[in-house]
């Protein structure tokens, strides 16, 4: 295998999603890991684990979860881009840590293989359903972002995205891929260094003894330094004015938490991804994302044989959720078909965005396997009766 300077591995590979996962980091930059182990999600860590001394990174497994979130926290505030992976039980588990996150701005990319849940559920088995708490996980109002991938191709792909995205907003980033694309194994293309476009953090280079943490740019992004550079700054979970330092008023909370929720929100429309098809003159329209939006394909296929104009637009980023355009479809078609590993959570989103304007189903599926693709064909013949 051929390395680059840095010692990322480039050319043509065969790889299944977990590994190009940890490859997508190390192309990223990422040189800190933190990690306890968890099916279906250890590949990644192990990855890692054996390639981090080839590029001078940091691996720790650490005792649990909880630990393994706060401290690519700490690793963020250091200077380094760092990440952990984890799957449904551990994702419970580090949702306050996320919060923290949220609240320190701190950049950092968390990665859940999902599996079937609830509780133990199916370990090696694949699953949809914590798309909802990455959203709305942790407590409080707050914005998050989230990718999901349907190949290892763009589980490596993704992942720089994720990195990318959580250094330019200054916000954990979440990769919501699932078992079967964990472990799916494909060709994935890693280009040159200077193929690959990186965002860099933004730091002060100000007086010292001016510095405050949060006050924000134009861009309502505050510039970081590295803790251990000789800079007086104060981070704290509370409600914090721009020096770090708490403040327990409404008004505080007001100017943080909106600024929170608005850099994210102001900046949706060079967030969002999706890729759309057909949906011009579609009479039906299949939303999905991750593993299922392969599958979906199939029997979008099937009944585009039969005659039918079916549409399709497959979530890439989930969170924030394209509202607009989910408004724009469901107002020229007759329905919107959800197709997802779970018993309705993003479908709920389609419905909330369609307004009333046009259909709106749910092809559930409890995981453990993917769909039938039969199904989602009865579906969509269903919808135009």
């Not at 690519?72 to 449904?88: L, P």
């Not at 995205?161 to 060709?187: A, Q, W």
């Not at 608005?262 to 967030?271: F, M």
């Not at 309705?344 to 599926?365: D, F, N, S, W, Y």
Request: proline share 6%.
């Amino acid at each position: 295998m051929k390395a680059d300077p840095r010692g990322v591995l480039t050319g043509a590979h065969y790889l299944d999603g977990d590994h190009a996962c940890a490859e997508g980091a190390l192309a990223a930059g990422c040189r800190f890991f933190a990690g306890y182990p968890i099916t279906p999600s250890t590949e990644v860590a192990e990855r890692i684990a054996a390639r981090f001394p080839e590029c001078g990174g940091v691996f720790i497994q650490m005792e649990d979860e909880l630990a393994s979130s706060i401290a690519i926290i700490g690793a963020a505030w250091t200077g380094k881009k760092s990440m952990t992976v984890t799957s449904g039980p551990g994702f419970s588990l580090m949702q306050e840590h996320i919060g923290l996150a949220v609240m320190l701005e701190t950049p950092c990319v968390l990665v859940n293989v999902q599996r079937g849940g609830p509780s133990t559920g199916l370990p090696t088995l694949p699953g949809q359903a914590d798309m909802m708490q990455a959203r709305w996980g942790s407590h409080g109002d707050y914005e998050i972002i989230a990718l999901a991938p349907n190949s290892p191709q763009e589980c490596f792909d993704f992942t720089i995205d994720c990195f990318n995205l959580s250094e330019k907003y200054r916000i954990p980033v979440l990769l919501m891929t699932d078992e079967c694309v964990g472990h799916m194994t494909e060709r994935v293309i890693i280009p040159q260094a200077e193929e690959i476009d990186l965002v860099e953090r933004k730091y002060y280079h100000g007086d010292k003894s001016k510095y405050l943490p949060f006050k924000p740019d134009k861009d309502m992004i505050p510039p970081m330094v590295k803790a251990g550079d000789g800079y007086r700054f104060h981070v704290t979970g509370l409600t914090h004015d721009e020096r770090g330092y708490p403040v327990m008023s409404w008004q505080c909370q007001e100017v943080l938490v909106r600024r929170l929720v608005e850099k994210i929100k102001n900046n949706a429309d060079e967030i969002y991804r999706y890729e759309e098809e057909n949906t011009d003159n579609a009479d039906v329209v299949i939303v999905s994302y991750g593993i299922s939006s392969r599958v979906a394909s199939r029997a979008i296929d099937l009944a585009r044989k039969q005659g039918v104009k079916v549409g399709f637009i497959r979530l890439i980023v989930v969170w924030p959720f394209p509202e607009k355009k989910i408004a724009e479809l469901a107002a020229k078609t007759k329905a919107l078909i959800t197709v997802e590993m779970n018993y309705g959570q993003i479908a709920l989103e389609v419905e909330r965005c369609a307004h009333g304007k046009c259909k709106t189903l749910l092809v559930p599926h409890g995981g453990g396997w993917v769909h039938d693709p039969q199904d989602i064909l009865a579906k969509i013949k269903e919808a135009l009766q």
